[in-house]
């Protein structure tokens, strides 16, 4: 799979997002080691504290089938242009990832891929 044919599917999860309180939609998809693609969206909740990330709901989607293994992460909002995953989503991705692992968002009509070792340096790890 191309990262462009994995930021497809977050773009399309993107538009599945409930957000009636931010009205900021963002979708993810994750490519596991065993090329599999799960996807995710955001869903929000009147008890703000109780919203979910799209990341975290890819990432969640991919654990209950059983993978463990993160090779690359599309994150997309058509709300902004370079949606780097917020600071608990980095965690969760960090936990299931290795430093070759690609986070990849869309800028303009460009793709970026990041690293977590830059956008979570010194990361928490037992």
């Known amino acids: 799979m191309t990262y462009e044919e994995l930021m497809e599917k977050a773009i399309e999860a993107s538009k599945k997002a409930y957000t009636p309180y931010s ?28 919203t979910i990330c799209a990341e975290r709901n890819a990432i969640g989607s991919a654990i209950a089938d059983g993978e463990r293994k993160i090779k690359a992460i599309a994150i997309y909002s058509p709300n902004q242009d370079n949606c780097v995953p917020c600071g608990a989503c980095r965690q969760v991705i960090s936990e299931f990832c290795d ?28």
């Open 23 to 50: 009205k900021f939609n963002v979708g993810a998809s994750v490519l596991t080691e065993s090329n599999k693609v799960y996807s995710g969206c955001n869903f929000e909740n009147a008890s703000f504290g109780l």
């Open 99 to 126: 430093d070759n692992t690609e986070i990849i968002v869309k800028i303009g009509d460009s793709l970026k891929a990041y690293k977590i070792t830059e956008l979570l340096p010194e990361r928490f790890s037992l």
